[in-house]
């Protein structure tokens, strides 16, 4: 395992470079990236299946010119690009791009060869920092196929110095958990499963990087937007989708003890997202600069008062198991 992999504090996810959901202009992407770097931020995530190859693009754009040690990118494997020779006019997985590029499942050594190759042309680099595997336990097949084929794959990338670190990239903490536990990865970012909201990373993974030396990207913190303001609105989501008055009412009450102790649900739930010593970067997604501004000066914030944890574990809004296996509050 390759020393000090691990990506710094803060980064960038770029998945909203390739219009996630809406488009973005190419001004408005360049000035998330330069707003990021203006702040400090010095990692970036992307991946081929953002916009079909459009977030590597504007992502490489935006870093070209910056010294090439000064930064770390991640990208991902397993969502092979080929030419549509169907196309419909748009795409159909989330991002508002055209549909000229299809993805392709391929976790084999060929196809991660291949997709390697694509991306350092997007990205315009000579090398990527972190190649991850990306949602490899979407498909029992594709499951099967990084275990016997894509793991050794990126090792033997990693080997010859084609990349610099290499991981897996899931929603999933128990997939997660299996992977880190067969090969031999660097890396693991885990999306969703550890945020106020969701604290399943705990059960077996996190612990478990920590004890191999694995950094862990904590993707999420937000819950897909629900913990990303001071209150919650109905048009919130959470796991992607419109967040449930059921949630909205546990998180609104949540942000009314975060308020009672002088701070904001959002600081708290970045405080929380980054308190598991397995965590390496907290990667924040933004789809304008302001927003990129606000995330960086969020992170750097003091911390919320060491009180509100046992508030939250009182009030039934926190597991009282999960404050003191982090040691919320406490000194040190």
């Known amino acids: 395992m390759s020393p000090e992999v691990g990506p710094p504090r803060v980064g960038l996810g770029c998945a909203q470079l390739g219009n996630l959901y809406t488009a973005m202009s190419d001004e408005t992407a360049l000035a998330c990236v330069e707003t990021a770097w203006d702040a400090g931020v010095r990692y970036f995530d992307t991946a081929p299946h953002y916009g079909l190859g459009l977030s590597e693009r504007r992502l490489g754009a935006a870093l070209r010119g910056r010294p090439r040690d000064a930064f770390t990118v991640s990208t991902k494997v397993g969502r092979l690009l080929e030419r ?14 055209p549909d000229d590029l299809v993805r392709r499942w391929d976790f084999s050594a060929a196809g991660i060869t291949a997709s390697v190759a694509g991306s350092q042309e997007r990205l315009g680099l000579d090398r990527i920092d972190i190649l991850l595997a ?11 196929q990084f275990l016997a084929e894509g793991a050794p794959a990126l090792e033997a ?8 670190a290499v991981g897996v990239g899931t929603n999933s903490a128990e997939a997660a958990y299996e992977y880190v536990t067969s090969a031999d990865l660097d890396v693991v970012m885990i999306a969703g499963r550890f945020n106020l909201l969701d604290h399943s990373a705990l059960d077996g993974l996190l612990d478990e990087c920590a004890r191999r030396g694995i950094s862990v990207v904590n993707v999420g913190a937000f819950a897909s937007g629900v913990l990303a303001n001071p209150t919650p609105s109905a048009a919130s989501h959470f796991r992607y989708e419109l967040a449930s ?7 609104s009450a949540i942000a009314g003890v975060c308020a009672a102790f002088g701070t904001t649900l959002p600081r708290v739930a970045l405080a929380f997202a980054a308190s598991h010593p397995a965590v390496a970067s907290v990667t924040l997604g933004a789809s304008r600069p302001e927003h990129v501004r606000r995330n960086v000066q969020l992170a750097a914030s003091p911390q ?3 009180g509100v944890w046992g508030a939250l574990a009182e009030a039934g809004l926190l597991d009282a ?6 040691r919320l509050g406490s000194p040190g």
Request: hydrophobic content about 35%; aromatic content about 2%; cysteine-free.
């Open 321 to 326: 198991e999960v404050v003191e296996r982090l």
């Open 245 to 251: 008055p059921e949630v909205l009412a546990r998180v």
């Open 134 to 144: 990306h949602d490899p336990d979407l498909r029992p097949a594709t499951h099967a």
């Open 84 to 97: 549509n020779l169907h196309p419909t006019g748009r795409d159909t997985e989330g991002f508002e791009v």
């Open 157 to 164: 990338l990693r080997a010859v110095g084609r990349v610099g």
């Open 304 to 306: 919320p008062p060491a």
